[in-house]
């Protein structure tokens, strides 16, 4: 069982949808971040979120902290493929050590 | 400012044999981590080196795997001898440390994608 789940595993919609890609946890977190990871290359940062109940918006992106600060989620509106790729939750719940969710792959058609 | 540097980019050896992987972190940054993500799944810490002190390597296969940063800079990770299940993208990543927010920023390499026939 990992600490962190994310769902779905995967999703393919079409160019203009929208999306939420979940990441759940029984435990508590300081802070959770958010990282893209396109084919090839390592996991870039998005975001990172601190405050229970903290939203935080990049560009078409919506990132959540649960008040519990246990869960995160992740909302982009009107997809484009140039957001494809495999979306990283990672929290470090106790001291220094980053874990990572399984990750999402997002595939967006044109 | 450069980013974190990894070698090889891709490495194909059979079962049983060696393979190495070297490392440049973004200059200052005292922490360095190795991860490995094995196709479909999120990377999972293998070792973190703090200077060139061991922090964590709980998850290290120790029969197999080994792991250095001489002089608190360049690391090196080393695979012998190589099983199947190896097969995998190795990611170096560093830090400076925590950030404003109490929440420690990395920046990854590329990865080293292993392939073990």
């Known amino acids: 069982t990992q600490l962190l789940e994310q769902s779905p595993q995967f999703l393919s919609i079409q160019e203009g949808e929208n999306l939420t890609v979940y990441c759940n946890s029984s435990s508590v977190f300081s802070s959770l971040q958010w990282y893209r990871q396109e084919p090839g290359e390592g996991p870039v940062l998005l975001v990172t979120?601190?405050?229970?109940?903290e939203v935080k918006k990049l560009k078409r992106l919506t990132f959540q902290f649960g008040d519990a600060r246990k869960d995160s989620s992740l909302h982009i509106t009107a997809a484009q493929p140039g957001d494809t790729g495999l979306y990283l939750c990672a929290g470090d719940p106790a001291g220094n050590k980053l874990t990572f969710g399984g990750g999402t792959r997002v595939l967006v058609k044109p | 400012e450069a980013g974190v540097a990894q070698s090889p980019r891709y490495k194909i050896i059979e079962k049983r044999q060696s393979v190495a992987f070297w490392c440049n972190p973004i200059?200052?940054?005292?922490?360095l981590y190795w991860y490995q993500q094995i196709l479909g799944q999120g990377p999972k810490l293998l070792i973190q080196f703090q200077n060139n002190g061991v922090v964590d390597d709980s998850q290290l296969p120790k029969d197999r795997f080994s792991a250095e940063r001489l002089k608190g800079v360049d690391s090196t990770l080393k695979i012998q001898p190589a099983k199947l299940e190896d097969s995998a993208v190795y990611l170096c990543a560093s830090s400076l440390g925590a950030s404003i927010s109490g929440a420690n920023v990395l920046t990854f390499g590329a990865g080293s994608r292993l392939t073990v026939l």
């Open positions: 200059s200052g940054h005292a922490t």
């Open positions: 979120v601190v405050t229970g109940g």
